[in-house]
């Protein structure tokens, strides 16, 4: 059978109605791959897990070879759809990779006996290696980085891949779904593939570990060349309509001067090159002081406009355990940092985890509040998920505690806490999640609007009605922080004499909703954006809208040429 004839399906399960806002980059760079080795490949979106199996089959009626992105949270759905294929299509090879694959492939094969094979690590090349072998039926013993079912009981495992060191070589993705447009509201866009962190909790640092240890001559972070960044850019913005380019590298500045040069380097190109796009990244708080201003300023010149910091905690000690770099202070100074360059800044957060206290809660508390985040109701739910493979899985194993019985690689939340009584207080957040019981959901708008507003700064002469906006933005995000803050820290000192006291609970939560006044605060954000979009209608600035779960969203389009013309004026 030649190779065009050999039917590739790469499917991405998103288990989220949430997820459906993203572009599934990594099989749609598998798929421009197979493309290029002269196979017929296509990639399949599937939304919310919502194709059924009749669908399916309608879709592999000329597919060999099925791959599968697979999650924690999509592993029953993968499973139950591979079991019902192989029942009518015993002849298809079913492949699964992902996060998942590096730590789990046994337990995958074993507990899914229709899946054939899981991809380990880097999938760019063992995916071509792979489906050679099935086409000409060689033993799949020749392809490294692979573990494969030679019977129902018994697996195999080949030699670990080689790590591709020239990035530059790795075709662009197909952007199948950016080309259809298919509710997705910013591109991706990767740089580099790595992260010099080592946080106790992270699977994708473990898994990068893995290929180092592997390939000893590779570093923790390779990089693209800012050329063939900027040329896929270019591309993108050439085939599609969309401008706002999300940078999917662990962190963007890499690490060390050469890290930062390497972002001066990017910016200097986006501002020569005159490019009207916009950019969303993730940074180290440890990564920037005061003597980056003028990089900063730089970034912002390029088209950054909303930054993410992963946080996590704002109790020191809990940092140290998470092994994080960044202290309390080096979070607090870098949040204050990026907002005086005028980027919306988002962060991660873990409020609960198995070792939290109680004096802990209290602590994030205050600095969520200190911080400017207490509004975003999420962070004070956001809860540790385990993932095998990550450091403090191997830690808690070890010590024979805190996981639970049920726990694995498809119920990451199954531990227990030290203290009991956070762990019943958990249990009663998951039963009454603060965001559920709100008739609107508030803090995705706030956090679009400051997007917004940090886009439309970059126009010529909009600096000072920016700033109005922004003040405006922050007395809405402060009334609504105050709310959650006591709430949350009534709950803290109920919860603490006894989490079992749901009828407490329960009125401090109603109180809340009482106090938020949620629609009241939404119609303010809404009508700053209103007031934003006829801004922009008043100087004639294009703007494209994208609907999105929670309502439109607004795209500025950036007019580079008017706003090269007034910095140069401000400049002279």
Known sequence: MNKRDYGVLLVNPLPYNDYSLSESLGIEYLDAILLEAGYSSRVLVDRSCELGLERMLAEIQEVRFLGYTMYSESVDYVFGMATGLKAIRPDIHICVGGPLSCFCAEQILGDCKCIDSVVIGEACETIVDLVECLRIGNTLSTCAGLCYRISAEEICWTSPRKAIVDMDAIPFPTRTVLKRDQGVLVAYITTSTGCVGNCVFCVESAIFKHVVKTNPHVKRVRYRSV????????????????????????????????????????????????????????????????????????????????????????????????????????????????????????????????????????????????????????????????????????????????????????????????????????????????????????????????????????????????????????????EFGMCNARWFLSCINIAEKNAADVERLDRVGKRRIGEIKEKELASRVREIEREITLELRRHSAPYVTRQSPWGDVIYPKRIFDLWQRETEKVND
């Open 227 to 478: 050329d063939k960044v900027v040329s896929e850019l270019v591309t993108v913005m050439s085939e599609t309509d969309f401008d706002t380019f999300e940078i999917v590298d662990s962190s963007f500045e890499g690490y060390g001067d050469c890290g930062k040069s390497r972002l001066e380097e990017f910016a200097d190109k986006i501002i020569e090159k005159k490019l009207p796009c916009y950019f969303i990244c993730n940074f180290r708080a440890d990564s920037f002081h005061k003597e980056d201003n003028s990089l900063l300023s730089k970034l912002s010149n390029a088209g950054v406009c909303l930054v993410f910091i992963g946080v996590e905690s704002g109790c020191d000690p809990t940092l140290r355990y998470f092994r994080k770099r960044a202290k309390v202070m080096d979070n607090l100074r870098t949040i204050r940092l990026l907002r005086e360059h005028g980027f919306a800044v988002e962060i991660g957060f873990i409020m609960f985890h198995p070792k939290t206290t109680f004096a802990e809660l209290r602590e994030n508390t205050a600095f969520l509040a200190e911080a400017g985040f207490a509004w975003d109701v999420d962070l004070y739910v956001s809860r540790l998920a385990l993932y095998p493979g990550a450091p403090i899985v191997g830690e808690l194993l070890a010590k024979g505690s805190l996981l639970k019985s049920t726990y694995s690689y498809r119920r990451p939340h199954d531990y227990d806490f030290a203290d009991s009584g956070v762990g019943a207080f958990v249990s009663y957040l998951e039963r009454w999640n603060p965001n559920t019981n709100l008739a609107i959901d508030i803090s995705i708008p706030i956090l679009q609007t400051e997007v917004l507003i940090s886009k439309v700064r970059k126009i010529p002469g909009a600096f000072n009605i920016c700033e109005r906006w922004g003040h405006r933005m922050n007395h809405i995000k402060q």
